[in-house]
């Protein structure tokens, strides 16, 4: 396993070095999830203990409470940089997912996300997605040119043979980077294991429940769950039959909900 590991790190690494050689104003996309704090440990491993990079948090103001606190004292204790983005003009006008699960994650995720692209001069971003996440996600590329718009269409995407990755955009493309995306969940959590990562504690069963994954308050779910520390979540994920986004209001929409956010530019 520590081979396999060691395999995953170095490659995610490799990319995440690639990026920030080969691109300008590189951010992290940080939802302070299992994933996104695994990749800021990598950003650190890849510059000797160093984050020389932006944390990007999109705040819909929904989120759990306790993200925002953990947010708030991780980034204080490790002296890191946070941009925080918002689409405060839709909140103002009330958005809520009351609108609609999928109209409210495109206005306070995808809309909040591109504005604070823009807004930062960010040309690439990294971000934890995996291929095992949902449908939707395996069938991206570790590099994904987006246009100012944001859209995605995975059918005219780049090839990516072997380890080449194209980082050479055009300074009006914007790059998403993934340097996880050939993880499976079990590996986040046998190397978040391995490597004694601070994580978020509401993945920690309390009275029966935990969350498997984490975001807004009103379209995210707990699920059964005696598991209390890393080795019986990594236990339990060895016999569970239930998807990790089980717990996700909004996967349930549609059909092609994640889809069709992502066609727009969700993360």
Request: proline share 4%.
């Amino acid at each position: 396993m520590s081979d396999y590991l060691d395999s995953l790190e170095n490659e995610s690494i490799f990319i995440i070095r690639e990026a920030y050689s080969r691109t300008k104003n590189l951010g992290l996309l940080w939802s302070m999830g299992k994933d996104s704090t695994v990749l800021l440990h990598l950003v650190r491993k890849a510059f000797l203990g160093n984050v020389p990079i932006p944390l990007v948090h999109i705040d819909t103001s929904y989120k759990i409470p306790e993200m925002i606190t953990w947010r708030d004292s991780y980034t204080k204790e490790h002296g890191l940089r946070l941009i925080v983005g918002a689409n405060k003009r839709a909140l103002e006008e009330g958005m809520n997912p009351g609108m609609g699960r999928l109209t409210c994650c495109g206005a306070l995720k995808t809309q909040a996300l591109l504005d604070t692209i823009k807004d930062h001069k960010i040309q690439a971003l990294l971000v934890g997605i995996r291929r095992d996440e949902e449908g939707s996600r395996g069938k991206e590329r570790v590099c994904s040119p987006r246009p100012e718009s944001g859209t995605w269409t995975y059918k005219e995407q780049p090839a990516e043979i072997w380890h080449y990755y194209n980082m050479h955009v055009p300074e009006n493309i914007h790059l998403r980077v993934h340097p996880l995306l050939q993880w499976t969940e079990m590996d986040v959590w046998e190397y978040i294991r391995r490597e004694n990562l601070d994580i978020m504690p509401l993945y920690f069963s309390k009275d029966g429940k935990r969350y498997r994954s984490l975001g807004c308050s009103p379209c995210t779910g707990t699920i059964d769950s005696t598991a209390s520390n890393l080795d019986e979540i990594i236990e339990e994920l060895r016999t569970t039959k239930t998807g990790e986004r089980a717990g996700r209001a909004q996967d349930k929409v549609d059909t092609y909900a994640m889809q069709k956010l992502r066609s727009g530019g969700y993360m």
